[in-house]
């Protein structure tokens, strides 16, 4: 009854309330531009898809809602979309705003990232990819070996700072500033950022900046994950050492630096050298220096003295008496070599006067003489008569021997000579003739012609 009187009312009015489809389309566009600012939303990605346009248009859904969102080409060079796949999980940041010509609502985004720690993985993937020529080993600036003044960024009041102190005090005296900044949470990477680039320009006397602080979940980790943390690590003119107190993974900041460090304890040990351990190596150094000098003293000496032997060999004294000393050795083997010659050409002398008395004509008359009476008596030794009487009984005696042993002389007494014939072969034994066969026996005066009728063979031995 109540709604039929409100509508008769209405329509009685002279003045009708009537909106045109533009009007009220862009009341409901400023109702939500101005009720809304830029938020994060997480929900499904559904119905991800690029448009010709060039621009990517999604949905986000959750149970029975949704929401329909766009990202347009101009933001999709910073984000790591190739990671995005359909049905993950995801947050997205952006504007809600109405679009009057299609009568639909639409999120205007600016980022999208997937949930939890995949959006970490993801997002270290793709800066690696995106800053490659930032983590290149050669661009690293170096470390120096005796910091003098160092500054800490880290939490006030955790205890990465503590175990950087404890370590710190008792190796080397150090100047140490001490940067308060939050290292986990939303906007941690900005305060980090802002440190190294007031460090830079406040207190350019710093040998290096030391980022640090105490393991944590990959999630309590992000702030060293970002793009502006890589930036401005590698941007920093003074060097930067990461010790972010995570040994499993390397951060990005990490890979940044100039060094990277596991723990804030480990950073301590290795930019700040050990006094104890230097006072050793000086203390090495010394003696080694003190031995190297000892060889060279020692080397040093051995030339002097050469070269004072130079020196002395060198003293016209020395020289003066040298030459003394020469002339008196020529002057000895002078005087013994002529003493020599003197003796030598006296034996020959002698000699030569032994020879003289040897071929004087008297004594070769003498000698002439005596030869020719020996050789008197050995040409009478040699007269023909006595030469054939002594000839005649050599050949005499010659023919008895030559008789004695002579085969023939054996027939004599009886034995003959058996041959075959024709062959004239030696008969020894009677194996080597057969009945019939033809002989000549040589006797001691004459042969004899004989054929074998009958034979007998004798065993050896018998």
Known sequence: MENREILQEYWLQEEKLVYTVKEVSQKIKDLIDNSFVYLWIEGELQNFRPSQSGHLYFS???????????????????????????????????????????????????????????????????????????????????????????????????????????????????????????????????????????????????DLIVITRGGGSLEDLYPFYTEEIILSVRGSKIPIVSAVGHEIDYTLCDLAADKRCPTPSSAAQEIIPDKRKFIERLDFYLKKLSKQMELQIINREKILKQLHLRLQERNPFRIIHDLQQRFRDLRHRLSTGLTSYFHQQEKRLLYLKKELELRNPIRLLEREE??????????????????????????????????????????????SIVKSYPQERLIKSAKEVYIGDHLVIRLSRGKLWVTVWKREVEEDGN
Not at 122 to 143: G, R, S, V
């Open 370 to 415: 005596q030869k020719i009476s020996h050789l008197k008596k050995l040409l009478m030794s040699f007269s023909p008569l006595s030469v054939l009487e002594r000839e005649e009984q050599r050949l005499w005696h010659l023919k008895k021997l030559l008789f004695s042993l002579s085969p023939y002389s054996i027939l004599e007494r009886g034995y």
């Open 60 to 206: 986000l859904v959750e149970e029975d809602s949704s929401i329909k969102g766009v990202l347009f080409k101009d933001q999709k060079n910073n984000l790591p979309l190739e990671h995005l796949k359909e049905g993950m999980r995801v947050l997205v940041f952006g504007k809600i705003s109405y679009y009057t010509r299609y009568g639909e609502i639409f999120l205007i985004s600016k980022k999208v990232e997937p949930v939890g720690v995949g959006r970490i993985h993801l997002q270290k993937k793709y800066l690696l990819k995106k800053y490659a020529n930032l983590f290149d080993p050669n661009m690293k600036k170096e470390i120096p070996p005796y910091p003098k003044k160092i500054a800490l960024v880290t939490s006030l009041f955790s205890a990465a700072i503590q175990d950087f102190l404890k370590v710190s005090e008792d190796r080397w005296d150090i100047q140490i500033l001490v940067y308060p900044v939050r290292v986990q949470g939303d906007g941690a990477h900005l305060e980090i950022v802002q440190a190294i680039e007031d460090l830079n320009r406040h207190f350019p006397d710093l």
